[in-house]
């Protein structure tokens, strides 16, 4: 759906985006994750056409954006971070506004509004001047505006900064529902969120990616947790299987030991999982536990961002 190819923009002789390619199918929620001056908010502003690229493309839904800006725009919906509301307008004049923006007309334009409204739950306040709304109503206004006209491609940069948490969570049931006729690039820096919602995650380094991959494999490392009813030290030989590298007692638990093994590069982990169960059945022991070890974002967004150089990539042995 979405298909970006060596996109670079330099501000003067700093290059903020540099040679960045990925592609976003349909229905995706992707996380665009990074640092402050990582280059999301760069890229963020050339997909949508408010910036050039000073080389690359951007292909939405097979339309080149340089060749045709408008029909790209028109199945766009931009949330940036600071929304740019006008304050003197109430509600549902500014959407109005943002419609006609849009190309909406008559009565199309009237059924978008009336249907951004309930999908945002900001009915009550339609009539009230933008200067006068809380944060919250504001990012929900905002965010409104971005649903004007069922856009095939959504980009949200902070989509629930100043929500309540009763607020947050209709957020996300919102965006996944857009997701199901929509591809949909969310920029935050509250792992939550993407914990909750993507399902695959761009992390940029620097202008580079250095990450690109699906949410579930980024979170299984190449270790394997394993607890078992082993009685000494001695039955340790048992987990002596090809593949595994290191087996490291990870001490005592109330179900029995507990072990963290290293599986080896291009080990397969549901076949060695799998030779470690029957080693341990055919032993007499029960196996209390077995399973991949998993990561937290916060973990592996920090391993990235710190220690992981952009040409290596990033290492799953971490």
Avoid: W
Avoid at 117 to 131: C, E, F, M, W
Avoid at 209 to 226: F, G, M, P
Avoid at 280 to 291: E, F, I, K, P, Q
């Amino acid at each position: 759906m979405l298909e970006v190819q060596q996109l670079s923009r330099r501000y003067g002789d700093y290059v903020a985006v540099d040679k960045v390619s990925f592609t976003i199918g349909h229905g995706e929620i992707c996380g665009l994750l990074g640092h402050n001056g990582a280059g999301k908010t760069t890229i963020m502003k050339m997909l949508s056409g408010y910036l050039e690229p000073d080389a690359g493309s951007i292909t939405v839904d097979g339309l080149n954006l340089a060749q045709n800006p408008l029909a790209v725009q028109r199945q766009l919906g931009y949330l940036p971070e600071s929304m740019p509301l006008y304050p003197e307008l109430c509600v549902v004049d500014y959407l109005d506004y943002a419609a006609e923006l849009k190309g909406l007309q008559g009565a199309d334009k009237t059924a978008e509004i009336r249907r951004v409204i309930g999908a945002t739950s900001i009915a009550d306040r339609l009539t009230q001047p933008v200067a006068t709304l809380s944060r919250g109503y504001k990012q929900r206004t905002g965010v409104a505006q971005a649903l004007l006209g069922s856009p095939r491609l959504l980009i949200l940069d902070e989509p629930t900064n100043g929500l309540d948490p009763e607020q947050t969570a209709h957020m996300r049931e919102l965006i996944r529902e857009i997701s199901r006729s929509a591809t949909v690039i969310l920029s935050t820096h509250i792992m939550q969120e993407v914990e909750a919602l993507c399902t695959r995650a761009l992390i940029l380094r620097d202008g580079k990616v250095a990450v690109d991959r699906e949410l579930a494999e980024l979170r299984c490392s190449n270790h394997l947790r394993l607890v078992v009813s082993f009685d000494n030290a001695e039955d340790d030989t048992i987990l002596s299987v090809d593949g595994i590298t290191e087996c490291a007692a990870a001490g005592s638990t109330e179900t029995g030991q507990e072990y963290r093994l290293t599986l080896a590069e291009g080990a397969n982990m549901s076949e060695v999982s799998a030779e470690l169960a029957r080693r341990v059945v055919n032993a007499g022991y029960d196996l209390r536990a077995l399973h991949p070890e998993y990561r937290d974002l916060e973990t592996l967004f920090r391993e990235v961002s710190e220690y992981h150089a952009t040409a290596g990539g990033f290492n799953d042995a971490a």
